[in-house]
């Protein structure tokens, strides 16, 4: 059999959607299974070991394909490769009109999406599967696997490359980061997802002392190369968190390189981005500020006691957080206090590594 996992994109959206490749392999131990991901995102999966090929999806060079011939032609090719590899099943699990397109082009005997499937991509399929607003993602898309009879497995287990492995072991030499050491992503796209730049500073200065009793004595500061300034304000002077050592690796790591990073972590403090689900794709204790985000279906898979969260008993739609105004109120919601509690508690708990 000859399976094929369509998810181009989000980072985060590809860590939940990790539940189906597994599921897949394990009932289907000797199928080749692929899996279409924008190219952006590649890293996250090309070294799975439950995965056949991670087939790139260039979606930024064919985005103007509607008012470029030369653009339009490549695309062209890109699909008919894509029906050329003649596979048995499609899943797809994003849900949108691009994606539709893929499924039905593969011309795979069993297309399978979910019945409210956006942009009418669900018309791309011919087994349309339910889902409840109430349950997780990840359980909504566990489901996907079970309309063709798979038996749904809940493990979010990522992999890094080895390069990129290498590549941090030389860059922890180089900087001078000694493990344990604590990961923040504190910037965000999505203005509606931040929180207040110094409420990063109090929160640092009050934890430092349990930090560093724990032999936390290095902070890696990560994020995308549009966030550096975001980081750079969040990011308090060495000297105000005394023991404690910043390291700002934002715009300076690729996907790999960031994923390397947050696996050796003793904990990762994120918000509602990328690194919370690679920290649960990796089991690396994690801290999680979430405001206009429903956590409940939305954050990081089984985390929801982890997750210090400003639209709690709100009622949140899947895309409250595109409104800047309602995010920024919510997420002002989270105080140093409570952030601090919870990373208290944790480390408490966590096994550092």
Same mark, same amino acid.
């Given at each position: ?287 999680? &500020? ?25 009622? &949140? ?37």
């Amino acid at each position: 059999m000859r399976i094929l996992i369509v998810r181009p994109s989000a980072l985060g959206d590809v860590c939940r959607t990790v539940p189906l490749l597994w599921s897949l392999r394990a009932a289907y131990p000797n199928a080749t299974i692929d899996w279409v991901v924008e190219d952006t995102w590649m890293d996250g999966l090309k070294s799975h070991p439950a995965l056949n090929e991670a087939i790139p999806f260039p979606k930024r060079k064919l985005r103007s394909f509607w008012r470029n011939p030369l653009v339009a032609l490549q695309a062209v090719r890109w699909f008919l490769a894509l029906r050329r590899r003649r596979y048995d099943l499609v899943i797809d699990a994003q849900g949108l009109a691009r994606s539709g397109l893929m499924s039905i082009v593969t011309g795979a005997r069993v297309r399978v999406a979910h019945r409210g499937a956006r942009e009418f991509s669900w018309l791309a399929a011919n087994r349309r599967v339910g889902s409840s607003p109430t349950e997780h993602v990840v359980d909504a898309m566990l489901r996907l696997v079970e309309a063709v009879g798979v038996t749904p497995l809940p493990k979010m287990d990522l992999a890094r490359a080895p390069a990129e492995e290498a590549w941090w072991q030389n860059e922890q030499r180089i900087r001078g980061i000694a493990r344990p050491y604590l990961v923040v992503a504190s910037a965000n796209q999505w203005d509606g997802k931040r929180w207040i730049a110094s409420r990063w500073h109090e929160l640092l200065a009050s934890i430092a002392p349990d930090l560093a009793a724990r032999g936390i004595r290095n902070i890696v500061w990560i994020g995308g190369h549009s966030e550096r300034a975001q980081v750079a304000e969040n990011k308090p002077s060495s000297e105000s968190i005394e023991p404690l050592r910043s390291h700002d690796l934002s715009g300076a790591t690729t996907v790999g390189g960031m994923m390397a990073v947050v696996m050796d972590a003793a904990l990762v403090v994120a918000l509602d981005s990328a690194p919370s689900h690679l920290a649960v794709g990796f089991d690396v204790p994690l801290v999680a &500020l979430y405001g206009a985000t429903a956590v409940a279906t939305d954050g990081p898979y089984k985390q929801d006691g982890w997750c210090a969260h400003g639209g709690r008993d709100e009622t &949140l739609s899947r895309h409250d957080y595109r409104n800047s105004n309602r995010g920024r109120q919510l997420m002002a919601r989270i105080t140093v206090s409570e952030v601090a509690t919870l990373i208290r508690k944790r480390l408490r708990t966590a096994a550092l590594r």
